[in-house]
């Protein structure tokens, strides 16, 4: 009922920077909060950034000053600048989507998750 396609990764040198992007389409009637979170291997996923429906931030303490979360509500979509890199920020990052979706007359929530993009910084 709700897609999610993430693109933006790739690989950058330490320094470097790099901008996710993540388009939710589908039944969706509302949006709560969208963010963004990344695994690295051998590590639990954790939460980088996340912007709720009232532009209310959290980040990461490492990406505090280098990472900025934003939103376009008319498009659905979430994005992740991603600033200064250094090669501890290489992961898979997931988009993720909370929120309500309306169909066949019937309303329900959701919590979505992207495919993965892959992140890496290496020189």
């Known amino acids: 009922q709700v897609q999610l396609v993430e693109s933006g990764g790739g690989l950058v040198q330490p320094g470097g920077s790099l901008r996710l992007s993540c388009a939710a389409s589908?039944?969706?009637?509302?949006?709560?909060?969208m963010g963004w979170y990344r695994q690295a291997p051998g590590k639990q996923r954790e939460l980088v950034a996340r912007?709720?429906?009232?532009?209310?931030?959290t980040y990461l303490d490492s990406a505090k000053g280098r990472f900025t979360i934003s939103r376009d509500n008319a498009k659905n979509t979430v994005y992740l600048r991603m600033n200064s890199l250094k090669p501890e920020d290489t992961a898979v990052y997931y988009c993720?989507?909370?929120?309500?979706?309306?169909?066949?007359?019937?309303?329900?929530?959701?919590?979505?998750w992207g495919q993965g993009t892959q992140v890496t910084v290496s020189s």
């Open positions: 912007i709720t429906s009232g532009g209310f931030t």
């Open positions: 589908g039944s969706i009637f509302s949006i709560n909060a």
């Open positions: 993720n989507v909370i929120g309500t979706h309306y169909s066949a007359g019937l309303y329900g929530n959701f919590d979505y």
